[in-house]
């Protein structure tokens, strides 16, 4: 099966908002409905002025009927809104699913009797494939099924899954065995233990994923919902007793009418959380879909969630923080020599050494001395690095050029009759290594001539995300194997808070836990299976795809780019998301005080005149003020959709910070823009009716 992931629709595509607003339609039924009990209350207020219209209309009901009829338009509207604000929200990642359906081909597997590549296979549809069976992959064949190579190397194709073109190594014995169904061998000849029975593929999780409806609510949210439930009962209960006061009222007053029941109504859901509680699935949804843009696949929202929580990061060093690959810095002579000698001996003993680290050399001794060779002499004899010798470079012309490591290549030396050691070789070895870096010793023939420095190179950028991160009171900690010299240098470079060297997978555990007891919330990357103990502790654990099988089962996220400093956009993602949460939470609160300025003097003004003071917006009628309320709380809630399937940007500012700037946006923005907007309806409510 072949597979394309789908370019992200805009919010306002033609095609996703007419299915959006089908299914919001749909999703009115009250056995759907009352997963969102806010917006099932707002529904049967609906109703019930929907049956007052009606009796308006049959002339059994006092109030007008053009002003209950028009109430309960904007109320049935208000729940529209709010479930087109869901519909959107699950329809674009629906949309993705169903194209992720159509392009999926069936696909043939050779299965195996015995994992070698001697055996004879035997030819078998896809979708017969089970947990532990073996197939063989060859060049341009599809891989039929998610599985882990337990022989042989392949360079394969995973665009498919992860939309990058460049093909990566997938070999057994290593952390990068897991593969993925749907990619494709490009060259080489693999054998797969299949690890997913038909329906459980990765590519089925994904699909499931990504499709909104199947999302489940956080704890975070089932808590802000409770709240809003809470909030929502308080008001229904003073809706309730505002009546028989006014019944009262209007006795001893001896003036006035009492409140109607469809203004009772409409004070209900104009009080009510209405706002919040419309977009706060989309918020939910949208941020796992913001995460998938980045081709990242959340496996839940808890995890989503606990990521914008995380106190502690444990980032592995290599290719998170460190581009991975050791890179030629600097040559230092030693023994009287000069650089140019060094360069010049370097280069000869890297010609043949196609190592990330040989071609930083010749890189290194073209761009700074000019030295442009490519290939060894045609008489060269290539000395191989192993790990007996430590040593490789090649023989040409009757000379010995090596490289290596410092004991080794004084050994080498020796044995071609060499006995005086530069008196400083020591020193610059030593100094190199104290500064995180590795040296290595260049010879030719029976003497050294200097030192390479290689340098593990942390990546651009990387000190100002950790300075975000300390800002936003997360602490890092670096893990590596590395020895505590090497570690200590590459951390002060990088400015970790933290780092743990020479790390075993029970260090990364107990690292883990005692945070954990500590009362921090930690996340740790990982792709080997050594990794997968510190995956299941951690309470956001991010898994590469190209790692082993039991790494992407103990994670909760996995990256399709194998990026470990995707990690910091996750956290970024997840703080992304309570942001959103809670400053629509404000707003939406917030928004309340303009209305009790609207309708409460409309609907007591015949009884207490003196309440006409509290219309500091002059709105036109009591009717008009508040039908206009009732229109602005339902056309805030559209208003407000891209902001949820967007989220609020983020700011990497400590928690006091962010509380003030929200309730000054938001807050103060949630105080003034009913009292503008309510103002604006009004005065065109006003000229219609």
Known sequence: MSTHIPQQKSIFDPELMRGAFIASLRKLDPRDLWRNPVMLCVELAGLVTLATFVMSLAGANREPALFTGSVSLWLWLTVIFATFAEALAEGRGKARAASLRKSRTEVTARLLAKPDFQGAATTVDAGRLRK?????V?????????????????????????????????????????????????????????????????????????????????????????????????????????????????????????VSLTTLVALFVCLAPTTIAALLPAIGIAGMDRLFQKNVIALSGRAIEAAGDVNVLLLDKTGTITHGNREAVAFVPVGGHTEQELAEAALTASLADETPE?????????????LRRDAPPADAEVIDFSAETRLSGIDTGGRHYRKGAADATIAFVRSLGGRAIAPDLEDVVDRIARAGATPLVVSRDSEIVGVINLKDIV????????????????????????????????????????????????????????????????????????????????????????????????????????????????VEVGK???????????????????????????????????????????????????LSAVIFNAVIIPLLVPLALKGTRFRPLPAEKLLIHNLLIYGAGGIVAPFIGIKAIDMVVAMIV
Not at 167 to 191: C, F, K, L, W, Y
Not at 358 to 370: I, P
Not at 594 to 599: E, G, V
Not at 618 to 624: E, K, M, Q, R
Request: aromatic residues 4%; proline residues 4%.
């Open 138 to 258: 060859e060049a341009n064949a599809t891989i039929a099924g998610d599985g882990d190579v337990v022989a042989g190397a392949a360079l394969v194709n995973e665009s498919a899954v992860t939309g990058e073109s460049a093909p990566v190594i997938r070999e057994s014995g290593g952390d990068r065995s897991a593969v993925t169904g749907g990619t494709t061998v490009i060259s080489g000849s693999i054998i797969v233990r299949i690890t997913a029975n038909p329906g459980e593929t990765f590519l089925d999780r994904m699909i499931s994923l990504i499709e909104g409806a199947k999302r489940r609510k956080t704890p975070n949210e089932v808590a802000l919902e409770v709240l809003l439930i809470a909030l929502t009962l308080v008001f229904l209960l003073v809706c309730a007793n505002i009546s028989p006061l006014s019944v009262y009222s209007v006795k001893a007053a001896g003036q006035g009418t009492p």
């Open 576 to 626: 992304q998301i309570l942001m959103t949460r809670g400053n629509l939470t404000t707003f939406s609160i917030s928004n309340d005080v303009a209305k009790y300025f609207a309708i409460v003097p409309a609907m007591l003004l015949t009884i207490y005149p003196q309440l006409g003071r509290l219309n500091v917006m002059h709105l036109a009628t009591p009717s008009s003020a508040i």
């Open 132 to 136: 532990g069976d073996l197939i063989l």
């Open 459 to 570: 990546k651009a950028g990387i000190q100002e995300r950790f300075l975000q991160l300390r800002t936003m009171g997360i602490r890092t900690v670096m893990i590596t194997g590395d020895n505590q010299l090497t570690a200590a240098a590459i951390a002060a470079e990088a400015q970790v808070d933290d780092f743990l060297a020479q790390a075993k997978p029970e260090d990364k555990l107990r690292l883990i836990r005692e945070n954990q007891e500590a009362g921090y919330m930690v996340a740790m990357t990982g792709d080997g299976t050594n990794d997968a103990p510190a995956l299941a502790q951690a309470d956001v654990a991010v898994a590469m795809n190209s790692g082993t099988q039991p790494a992407r089962e103990a994670a909760n996220i996995i990256d399709l780019d194998s990026n470990p400093t995707k990690l910091l956009d996750i």
């Open 358 to 370: 040989g071609r930083s050399v010749v890189a290194l001794a073209g761009s700074k001395y000019g």
